[in-house]
């Protein structure tokens, strides 16, 4: 007899670490905060097992890190963007590739990333530094996401993260998003056609001019 799949709720852990993230990114818990468990269980209205088990996550994705007896909020340097944007020049175009060597995508599949970026677009031309910041890093994860390649998910995911966290710090993102966002459509449009070399050479391109606009070399 098979076994029928079991609908799983969100768990408060689960609820708990998606809201102090987002209070990370945001930047409303600033590098240094200290996440004092007693704190943030008063604040989001649960215990403190469930926060507890949402900062042991943080802490392995290096959002949160330890300092004495106390959790706080790492920091994001241009340092560790430099560093990061090595690995993404290499790592994102594998995205293409594999998409490539399985199949292709589906109109449908196609239809989400026009649409992310054209929320992308819309949110570039408002001005709206977050709603952008949110399409772009969609963009990236739902590319890596279409690879089939899990590794790759993860990898590109706490890559974009680390960009994500540092636009929001320094405030850099709106000057250069009708470039990048131009770009994500070059990118499409190569997958479109079904040219998934020309797919591959516009994400590595799209990425080295995001370097050049971001270190100004």
Sequence with gaps: MALKN??????????????????????ELAPGAVLAEETLADQLGISRTPIRAALQRLLFEEIVVQRSKNLVVSDVTQHDVRD????????????????????????????????CNDKQVAAAEAGGAEAFLEQDYLFHIMLAQLSGNSFLVDLVERSNLIFKRFHTLSGTLMQNSVAASAEHHIILDALSEQDFGRAELAIRHHLENVNTRFFGA
């Design 6 to 27: 079991i609908k799983k709720e969100p768990s408060l852990a689960d609820r708990a670490y998606v809201a102090i993230k987002a209070s990370i990114i945001s930047n």
């Design 84 to 115: 990061v944007s090595i690995v993404r020049v290499q790592l994102e175009p594998l995205s293409a590739r594999l998409i490539g060597q399985n199949g292709g995508l589906t109109q449908k599949q196609l239809e989400r990333l026009h649409a």
